[in-house]
């Protein structure tokens, strides 16, 4: 994924935001962005998902629950990062 640095100026922004329209018309942009979210969701859901897999899986194997809260803290972690790419392309859009 691209992350752009955060010394880009306003001015900078524009330009590329022109040149977005330019090469995907202006009819196109929308069409990116529902992809981007539903890309982004879908992502989450995945991530939800070995979440509550990983727990189930710990609860059947009678894993302590110190073992438990360690890997929930891990994925909360995780989710955080992908919360905080996630969150600046959503701003970006």
């Given at each position: 994924?691209?992350?752009?640095?955060?010394?880009?100026s306003?001015?900078?922004?524009?330009?590329i935001?022109?040149?977005?329209?330019?090469?995907?018309?202006?009819?196109?942009?929308?069409?990116?962005?529902?992809?981007?979210?539903?890309?982004?969701?879908?992502l989450?859901?995945?991530?939800?998902?070995?979440k509550?897999?990983?727990?189930?899986?710990a609860?059947?194997?009678?894993?302590?629950?110190n073992?438990?809260?360690d890997?929930?803290g891990?994925?909360?972690k995780v989710?955080?990062?992908?919360?905080?790419?996630?969150g600046?392309?959503r701003?970006?859009?």
């Amino acid at each position: 994924m691209l992350l752009l640095p955060l010394f880009i100026s306003g001015a900078e922004i524009a330009f590329i935001m022109f040149i977005l329209v330019m090469v995907f018309g202006a009819d196109k942009i929308p069409e990116i962005a529902r992809g981007l979210g539903k890309g982004m969701k879908s992502l989450k859901n995945a991530s939800n998902d070995i979440k509550g897999e990983i727990q189930r899986s710990a609860e059947k194997q009678g894993i302590d629950k110190n073992m438990s809260n360690d890997i929930k803290g891990e994925i909360d972690k995780v989710r955080e990062d992908i919360d905080d790419i996630t969150g600046s392309v959503r701003r970006k859009l």
